[in-house]
């Protein structure tokens, strides 16, 4: 099970350098979430839904938390609303986009850092573990230890196979925007069927049903000699 813990970003698309914490643990049931836009023209967003913007709420961030998560966790955006990668900085700062998000997968705890052109770590990603935790008045820190690989793609394997769920699954599952319910409905059969397969993790149980079958099988072929 996958449950979020702990998000920080910081000039990312609409939010900008003053860094952005949501702790999720501290959240209890359904929340409304509404946002007045006092900085028009910072992100893009707000560049290229100007009239949209004009409407109370709209381009005050409210779709970047989402994002955020989806950017942190595979480093890929919605590919909706055409935001780009190479865009998603706050267009005040223009760079030093940084996001980490804690969670806990399995009953275990881990962080992951990512940033995109962020002062010496320039498009880096890191993944954390905890080893232990500290104590409530912060004298003593939690301790974790570093997962990371040298190479990129490496480390966001580790983390593939820690949460279990590809992007696409990811936003249109867990984080299924109101605006997303079009385009699930106009997919072909087989990739709503296979974006189901993902959330359920199908191919999961296939496997162990195979490795079982193979068991039993070995088994008959022993007993009937």
Do not use: C
């Amino acid at each position: 099970m996958l449950t979020f813990e702990e998000l920080r970003i910081k000039n990312f698309l609409s939010f900008g350098e003053e860094e952005q914490v949501v702790r999720f643990d501290k959240i209890k049931g359904v929340r409304w979430i509404y946002g007045e836009n006092l900085d028009e023209g910072t992100s893009v967003l707000s560049e290229q839904y100007e009239e949209e913007e004009a409407k109370a709420g709209n381009g005050a961030g409210k779709s970047s938390f989402p994002i955020a998560i989806g950017w942190i966790l595979f480093g890929e955006v919605l590919k909706r609303k055409n935001i780009k990668l190479n865009r998603i900085a706050n267009r005040k700062t223009g760079k030093h986009v940084k996001g980490w998000l804690t969670f806990t997968a399995n009953n275990v705890r881990y962080r992951i850092e990512r940033y995109r052109q962020y002062k010496s770590l320039g498009n880096g990603l890191f993944l954390y573990k905890q080893k232990s935790i500290g104590t409530d008045d912060g004298s003593v820190p939690d301790e974790w230890e570093d997962l990371s690989r040298d190479e990129t793609n490496e480390t966001q394997d580790l983390i593939n196979n820690i949460i279990l769920i590809n992007h696409q699954t990811f936003m249109k599952s867990i984080l299924f925007a109101r605006d997303d319910m079009t385009d699930f409905l106009e997919m072909s059969p087989p990739k709503r069927a296979e974006i189901f397969e993902n959330i359920i993790q199908l191919s999961k149980f296939q496997g162990l049903w195979n490795n079982n079958y193979n068991k039993l099988l070995a088994i008959r072929k022993v007993l009937t000699g």
